[in-house]
Nanobody, 117 residues
Framework: QVRLVESGGGLVQAGGSLRLSCAAS????????MGWYRQAPGKQRELVAG???????NLADSVKGRFTISRDNAKNTVYLQMNSLKPEDTAVYYC???????????WGQGTQVTVSS
């Protein structure tokens, strides 16, 4: 079974940093496309960052220059390094995987990030 477990969320002041981790299992991680999404109260879930199996990056305009995504295939883990956090970054952050040969997206349980002003 595909399983994604996020960790690293918490409360941080504006301007601070957090590093989120997503531990993956149940598929061949090295060929999976991984991403981080977030959902704030009353808003739709949105893509924050994605990384392909060849480490091509895709970052939302709102986080470019502040967030970075990376993966460690040896550890089956994808990371989201969040710097210069803003209150508008407050959301539940979800790990996402698209793992061949499955046609479906898989989601973790989410981890709360709260940025105080």
């Amino acid at each position: 079974q595909v399983r994604l477990v996020e960790s690293g969320g918490g409360l941080v002041q504006a301007g601070g940093s957090l590093r989120l981790s997503c531990a993956a299992s149940g598929f061949i991680f090295s060929i999976g496309v991984m991403g981080w999404y977030r959902q704030a109260p009353g808003k739709q879930r949105e893509l924050v960052a994605g990384i392909t199996s060849s480490s091509t990056l895709n970052l939302a305009d709102s986080v470019k220059g502040r967030f970075t995504i990376s993966r460690d295939n040896a550890k089956n883990t994808v990371y989201l390094q969040m710097n210069s956090l803003k209150p508008e970054d407050t959301a539940v952050y979800y790990c996402n995987a698209r793992a061949p040969p499955s046609p479906y997206d898989y989601w973790g349980q989410g981890t709360q990030v709260t940025v105080s002003s």
